[in-house]
């Protein structure tokens, strides 16, 4: 039997006409019209004002907190519940993470938020709020404690492209967002990311440092140190050819879901991950949690059927490299954690390819 993964990519059919320009226009590297027009886009599909394609989010998330200026004896506020993409920067930066639980939404807590603000005997600078398997976060309560306390709001937005809360989009209520085309990811360039903000200067400088700050002259001048993480015209076409099916996907990710929610959720102790009011989730990946079953039982017998599952991430709090750091928790995520997976959630297949996977988690629940 095929291996049913959990999100492979999956390809519209254009991506080779559109690499096939790249060729014939020889401009394979370094830049080119497919970046301009992959951020072109993104720009129109989630309406944000300036966008950066990029070689990866955590190089947007990175890019991010240098522009705001965060570096040694700042804190950055970060949610615990979410993939190390999200919160490597803040090390890249010298600055110091402090880890927030989920509430009922699996996402950041507000209420914690705002402990972690009044009890921290410094002010953060910034706070890097995921929205977790494509689902929004409690953005309005988020968003107003933020610009209260004047804290940078920027949205890791790696995994809910195409999500949306009130109508917006996901990635554009921060100070700055990123999206994620990692292999695993709603779209992919097969590794790529995209910077995002309102502040048309932020971007232009995200932009300078992306390409290892060279100044305006004609030999090579640097008075800042950069990166090398801007996104290849090959990479860029595949990105907008992927673009063009984004709706679709989406669709296709909240079918899998209403699936698996239809064939499981009659069985008492299974419970999903809901969806906040007001909010239209990308479904990414279809998580649920067990109230008695060992998930590593049931990843098991998937695994048996060829069919890759995982536990959900592992909080950052929980993890060694973050042991000495101080994190706002009341055990949401860890449980989460503890007994909770995702579910193989592939665009391209079928729901009679899903209900073998319907049919093992049937049997180990008995
Ligand atoms: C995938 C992911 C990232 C990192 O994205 P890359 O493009 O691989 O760097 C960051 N945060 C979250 C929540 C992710 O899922």
Not at 217 to 223: A, G, S
Not at 254 to 268: T, V
Request: glycine fraction near 6%.
């Amino acid at each position: 039997m095929n291996r049913l993964f959990l999100s492979p990519p999956h390809m519209s059919g254009k991506e080779q006409k559109y690499i096939a320009e790249v060729f014939t226009s020889n401009y394979i590297a370094p830049l080119g019209a497919f970046v301009n027009k992959f951020e072109d886009s993104i720009k129109s599909y989630t309406g944000s004002s300036n966008a950066l394609a990029l070689s990866s989010a955590t190089a947007g998330l990175h890019l991010a907190l240098r522009i705001l200026g965060i570096g040694k004896n700042d804190i950055v506020l970060a949610s615990t519940f979410t993939f190390i993409g999200s919160v490597s920067a803040i090390l890249y930066q010298n600055a110091t993470p402090v880890f927030i639980d989920s509430d009922e939404s699996w996402n950041l807590s507000p209420s914690l938020l705002k402990k972690a603000i009044a009890e921290l005997p410094q002010k953060p600078k910034a706070l890097i709020l995921t929205h977790l398997y494509g689902q929004v976060s409690k953005l309005d309560e988020i968003v107003a404690i933020c610009k209260e306390e004047g804290i940078y709001l920027i949205e890791d937005a790696a995994e809910s492209l195409g999500a949306s809360y009130k109508g917006k989009q996901s990635g554009t209520f921060g100070d700055m967002g990123v999206y994620s085309f990692n292999g695993n990811k709603i779209l992919t360039t097969s590794g790529g990311g995209m910077l995002v903000s309102e502040n048309e200067e932020w971007i232009e400088k995200a932009k300078f440092l992306s390409t290892q700050a060279k100044e305006n002259f004609l030999h090579y001048e640097h008075k800042e140190y950069g990166y090398n993480y801007r996104m290849s015209n090959v990479l860029a076409a595949i990105g907008v050819a992927q673009m063009e099916v984004l709706d679709e996907r989406v669709q296709r990710k909240r079918e899998i879901f209403e699936f698996y929610k239809q064939e499981l959720g009659n069985i008492e102790e299974i419970s999903f991950m809901s969806e906040v009011e007001n909010t239209y989730g990308n479904r990414w990946l279809t998580t649920l949690v067990f109230k008695k079953t060992n998930p590593l039982k049931v990843i098991k017998a998937l695994e048996n059927i060829n069919a890759e599952s995982r536990p959900l991430w592992k909080p950052m709090h929980m993890q060694p490299l973050f042991k000495d750091c101080e994190a706002f928790i009341d055990g949401r995520s860890e449980s989460l954690f503890n007994q909770g997976i995702c579910l193989p959630s592939p665009t391209s297949s079928s729901n009679q390819e899903l209900m073998r996977v319907v049919e093992v988690i049937k049997e180990v629940c008995q």
